[in-house]
């Protein structure tokens, strides 16, 4: 099996098992236990210096030689280059997917796991850290309803910019918002969360964590 990820059940440790069920590739899935910070481990290190899930090795990788890739949106882009799959072919869709990836990476994520992070888990709720990221993740479901009000998926067919953003908004009780306010982004949402590919990663991903901690 060339390929191994490094991952966790987080949403950026669901985007890639999601890309390589679609893609039909097998792979080996290492639980990187963020708990017991073994992200943080000397040898974990040497394949992600950032210290963060997920981590890709691909011992297939250009040219035939073996490649490690780290952060979700890079590795989702490779598989997709790799494969000549869910990324447009042509220019104009090609980026257009990609501007919708880098809006994952640059705002969903960082700001939606902000308002989390101060909903949920902080050990007080602070009234300005709640306002400013809750706001926030109004802001950015709403850029996301109104695409979504324009086409079936982000970059108009279905693809890695759908996959990296669908993850986070499963989480979306935690940031604050209803999907019934939403519902371009609703009927997106359930859509793609009836993919078999997509029931199969995340099946899969906490099958191996469950073993993991048995």
Same mark, same amino acid.
């Given at each position: 099996?060339?390929?191994?990820?490094?991952?966790?059940?987080?949403?950026?440790?669901?985007?890639?098992?999601?890309?390589?069920?679609?893609?039909?590739?097998?792979?080996?899935?290492?639980? /990187?236990?963020?708990?017991?910070?073994?992200?943080?481990?000397?040898?974990?290190?040497?394949?992600?210096?950032?210290?963060?899930?997920?981590?890709?090795?691909? !011992?297939?990788?250009?040219?035939?030689?073996?490649?490690?890739? =780290?952060?979700?949106?890079?590795?989702?882009?490779?598989?997709?280059?790799?494969?000549?799959?869910?990324?447009? !072919?042509?220019?104009?869709?090609?980026?257009?997917?990609?501007?919708?990836?880098?809006?994952?990476?640059?705002?969903?994520?960082?700001?939606?796991?902000?308002?989390?992070? =101060?909903?949920?888990?902080?050990?007080? !709720?602070?009234?300005?850290?709640?306002?400013? =990221?809750?706001?926030?993740?109004?802001?950015?479901?709403?850029?996301?309803?109104?695409?979504?009000?324009?086409?079936?998926?982000?970059?108009?067919?279905?693809?890695?910019?759908?996959?990296?953003?669908?993850?986070?908004?499963?989480?979306?009780?935690?940031?604050?918002?209803?999907?019934?306010?939403?519902?371009?982004?609703?009927?997106? =949402?359930?859509?793609?969360?009836?993919?078999?590919?997509?029931?199969?990663?995340?099946?899969? /991903?906490?099958?191996?964590?469950?073993?993991?901690?048995?």
């Amino acid at each position: 099996m060339s390929i191994t990820l490094y991952t966790w059940t987080t949403p950026n440790g669901y985007k890639v098992p999601i890309l390589l069920e679609e893609l039909g590739l097998a792979y080996e899935i290492v639980p /990187v236990n963020l708990g017991a910070k073994e992200q943080k481990a000397p040898e974990y290190l040497k394949l992600n210096p950032d210290g963060k899930i997920p981590t890709l090795t691909d !011992q297939d990788g250009p040219g035939g030689s073996p490649i490690t890739i =780290f952060e979700s949106g890079a590795i989702l882009w490779y598989l997709a280059e790799k494969t000549g799959k869910f990324l447009p !072919q042509d220019a104009h869709g090609k980026y257009l997917a990609l501007e919708w990836l880098m809006f994952q990476m640059s705002s969903v994520g960082p700001m939606l796991g902000q308002a989390k992070h =101060f909903r949920m888990d902080a050990p007080e !709720q602070l009234a300005y850290p709640l306002k400013k =990221f809750g706001d926030e993740a109004k802001r950015i479901y709403a850029v996301l309803d109104k695409r979504l009000s324009e086409a079936d998926y982000l970059a108009g067919e279905y693809s890695i910019a759908d996959i990296a953003a669908w993850p986070w908004v499963r989480n979306y009780a935690k940031h604050g918002v209803e999907l019934d306010d939403l519902p371009s982004v609703k009927r997106w =949402f359930n859509v793609i969360g009836e993919r078999p590919a997509v029931k199969a990663a995340l099946a899969k /991903v906490d099958a191996a964590v469950v073993q993991y901690k048995s």
